[in-house]
């Protein structure tokens, strides 16, 4: 029997403006709903598999938390609990485990490993995080952005410090919801705008002084200095981006209404200072919570297709 491809959520790119705002409409509901203690169980009988080759707190805990709230379980697989700890071909992994469940999130290194799992799969496969991108986090925060704010089209957003997967998922928001990145990254760790698929002049600039990359931003966001699979680094890191915190002085760069976002875990005193995760323009705690719900309607779009409540 021909199976039909499945949609998968593997970099931000992979979906329309259209399917985002989707998407939003959907994340909505879901959580207006959510608050008002409604039950919605769309995906009654339906099974996530979940593999995390690196550590989490929140995407675990939203992803497994909103399978069990929309009426399905979630099963948590660690590569040492796996055959793949012992060598089992990815491929092989992805052909099974599709026969099994009806869709997959990944967390894992390469993005190359995530885009073969999805290759072999018969079902959806969600990008719970690799090396080049973290297309979840920018769901939950472009979310939250347009609660506080409305549309971001047009904005700025400022990205201070480490060149990374949260970076390269922002930049390719950027082209397409058509607002600007202002990214400011230390001597050596400069941005590779390929990661992001070569993004339009219009879309981004770069900052030798973070302060210019934060002058006017609409929304100031950074994230740790080491992401994980770069501990070895981590001296050296420590060392190049001192003058990369985000503290008070740079946020008064900013818009005078500027929020602030970090996807978490975060290093008070490294990149950001506590009196601004922790002050007034901070939004990081919706940020996060906001995983949950938007999550819960990437996995009812992925699953039953488009739903219009
Ligand atoms: N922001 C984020 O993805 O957090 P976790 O690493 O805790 O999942
Ligand atoms: N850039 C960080 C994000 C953690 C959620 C990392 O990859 O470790």
């Given at each position: ?33 959510f ?47 796996t055959?793949l ?6 491929e ?25 799992f ?55 928001a ?102 601004v ?33």
């Amino acid at each position: 029997m021909a199976v039909t491809a499945p949609k998968h959520f593997l970099q931000f790119r992979d979906f329309s403006c259209d399917e985002f705002e989707h998407l939003f409409e959907r994340t909505r509901w879901i959580k207006d709903r959510f608050k008002r203690y409604e039950i919605y169980q769309p995906l009654r009988d339906r099974t996530l598999a979940m593999v995390f080759e690196k550590a989490s707190t929140r995407t675990r805990v939203s992803f497994e938390a909103g399978m069990n709230q929309l009426g399905g379980i979630a099963i948590n697989l660690t590569r040492g609990d796996t055959q793949l700890a012992r060598g089992e071909p990815i491929e092989d992994v992805a052909r099974v485990v599709s026969r099994m469940v009806d869709v997959v999130m990944i967390r894992t290194f390469g993005q190359s490993l995530i885009e073969r799992f999805a290759e072999h799969s018969r079902v959806p496969v969600i990008n719970g995080l690799t090396n080049e991108y973290h297309p979840c986090q920018i769901l939950a925060d472009i979310y939250t952005w347009i609660e506080h704010r409305g549309s971001i089209r047009g904005r700025t957003v400022a990205w201070i410090g480490d060149a990374n997967n949260v970076c390269y998922t922002w930049l390719q928001a950027a082209q397409i919801f058509g607002f600007h990145v202002s990214v400011s990254t230390p001597p050596g760790y400069a941005m590779d705008p390929a990661i992001a698929g070569a993004p339009g002049a219009a879309h981004y600039s770069c900052h030798d002084d973070p302060r210019a990359a934060c002058r006017g931003a609409d929304l100031v966001t950074t994230d740790v200095w080491t992401s994980m699979g770069y501990e070895a680094e981590n001296d050296a890191r420590l060392r190049a981006f001192e003058r990369w915190q985000v503290d008070s002085a740079m946020m008064r760069e900013a818009a005078p209404d500027a929020l602030f976002m970090h996807c978490l875990p975060a290093h008070r005193g490294e990149e950001v200072a506590a009196e601004v995760i922790d002050g007034p323009q901070s939004v990081v705690w919706d940020e996060a919570e906001n995983r949950l719900h938007a999550q819960k309607a990437l996995l009812e779009y992925l699953v039953c297709g488009r739903v219009d409540g």
